[in-house]
């Protein structure tokens, strides 16, 4: 009872809140410093790019070392291709391949000595040439994202319990149809990260993580190293099982899956390179079929400063874990200092503290949206959020979207920021660029409208170029780039 006051005085305080409030913003009251002092990036846009004009479903870019963008897409016949962006015109494009869409949940690409380039789509692996011709296709894949360590080549992957010798769990699984209960369980291994080093004889498996954990280990990570040699590695874990009801009502039904955990692991990979090194700080050690144990941590969500979660409602800290998905999207690794830069979307919590509320969806009226950034170092949170956009910024009035999946992070090996964001506009959206120099964020710069959205990214070259590509309403895919002015 006492608790129930204590959400009945909040909504009450809440609702006074919208009313009193609701007729400016955070920027206008002054409650977002980090804002005030923002400028235009020196940056310049090229003109758009028709890269492709098909539906895609899967996409990979890069810079070259000559300054090209390349763009490597799977559309929705399966068919992979290549193209080849020098300035404002495409020099080239061909197809590659054909590959079968229903193994195809993942692409990437690097680029390898003498212009030339390997990429990975579905069950194969092809390397090309800069004029596209196939120097060697590699069936049977399993690789998920290359990792290219120093002079060697390695990649990432999920494997199955049983060849990762997981240790066993029972999931149970549980509910109610219509009126009658049921349960039924089953005993399974967990699936599990492993990093593999591509030799003579294919790829060989070198480094598990979290072996001996019980919940499996999601495709949702990311991998990445840092200018250091120390490779971070973010990944959700997850058991099985779970409750479900289904009733007669007009919603169908409703599914409760177990918790899930957001974990963080790091290994210098010297450790990876050598393996006569002995057992260091980062608590590596070998498993029984000689693989580098790699054992990570949970993130302690409960020990952000900042975020408000007495009223953030159901779920708490393991809720406010969920809301990065898809990683790629959210988190970005500084090569140069080793943070983990997360971004999301929240709103201020009403007390009026630089506290923030993450929500379930929708947007809470008389509470302003804000896309934010906080950061984690060597596992302490920072004691502050970085706003990125709210409203008002850049003029009075501008609104953004604030959608889970929209918004793209990214660090480069400079410690420059980047993000892609998107700006709300009558019927469709406009898509944003953020950059990060000198530990202030810019203005937004506009790049183009889509009314979905469906794929936008970028890549960055080492020179700090940006190439940004998104779908537009037809279904094609644009391109343009963004430069230092100087550059131009």
């Known amino acids: 009872m006492k608790r129930l006051i204590e959400k009945l005085v909040d909504f009450i305080a809440l609702i006074s809140f919208f009313i009193l409030c609701s007729c400016s913003s955070l920027v206008e009251k002054g409650r977002l410093p980090e804002v005030t002092n923002r400028i235009s990036p020196s940056l310049q846009l090229s003109s758009e790019i028709t890269i492709l004009d098909k539906e895609v479903t899967l996409i990979k870019s890069l810079v070259s070392n000559n300054g090209h963008a390349h763009v ?22 061909h197809e590659i391949g054909k590959v079968e869409l229903g193994n195809a949940k993942f692409i990437d690409a690097i680029e390898l000595t ?11 692996q092809y390397i090309v040439d800069e004029a596209g011709r196939i120097l060697r296709e590699i069936k049977g894949n399993k690789c998920e994202r290359f990792l290219p360590i120093g002079d060697k080549l390695f990649c990432s992957f999920i494997i199955s319990g049983k060849e990762a010798g997981a240790p066993e769990r029972t999931d149970v699984t549980g509910g109610i149809f219509f009126i009658l209960p049921f349960v039924f ?3 399974e291994q967990a699936t599990k990260l492993v990093l593999a080093e591509e030799t003579a004889n294919g790829w060989l498996i070198k480094a598990v993580v979290d072996p001996n954990i019980k919940p499996d280990t999601s495709p949702d990570y990311v991998v990445q190293l840092d200018n250091q040699g120390i490779l971070h590695i973010v990944y959700y874990t997850t058991g099985g099982g779970g409750f479900f009801a289904v009733g007669g009502g007009g919603n169908g039904g409703v599914f409760v899956g177990s918790e899930s955990n957001l974990r963080y692991a790091q290994l210098q990979t010297s450790r990876l390179m050598d393996r006569n090194l002995p057992v260091s700080s980062d608590k590596s050690h070998e498993t029984n079929n000689g693989w580098l144990a790699i054992n990570g941590a949970n993130l302690d969500w409960s020990q952000v400063p900042f975020f408000d979660y007495d009223s953030g409602g159901v779920g708490g800290a393991s809720y406010f874990a969920s809301r990065f998905t898809p990683l790629t999207h959210h988190l970005s690794i500084d090569p140069v200092l080793g943070d983990l830069s997360f971004s999301i979307s929240g709103a201020m919590s009403f ?20 896309w934010l950034e906080f950061r984690n170092r060597k596992s302490q949170w920072d004691l502050d959020f970085t706003t990125l956009v709210t409203n008002d910024i850049p003029t009075k009035g501008y609104e953004w979207n604030y959608i889970c999946n929209g918004v793209k992070n990214r660090i480069d090996r400079s410690g420059v920021g980047h993000i892609i964001v998107f700006s709300k506009k009558s019927n469709y959206l406009t898509i944003e660029y953020l950059q990060k120099n000198n530990q202030n964020w810019s203005l937004p710069i506009k790049l183009g409208n889509c009314e979905e959205c469906r794929f936008s990214d970028f890549a960055v070259s080492q020179h700090g170029n940006i190439f940004v590509y998104w779908t537009n309403d037809q279904d094609k895919l644009i391109g343009r780039w963004i430069r230092k002015s100087q550059a131009m």
């Open 72 to 93: 490597f897409a799977l559309d929705n016949e399966g068919r992979l291709s290549h193209t080849d962006i020098q300035g404002n015109q495409i020099q080239q494009h």
């Open 114 to 124: 003498n212009n030339q380039y390997r990429i990975l789509a579905g069950d194969t």
């Open 185 to 187: 369980w089953s005993t």
């Open 351 to 370: 007390d009026g503290l630089r506290k923030v509320y993450i929500y379930h969806g929708g947007r809470l009226g008389g509470l302003d949206d804000l």
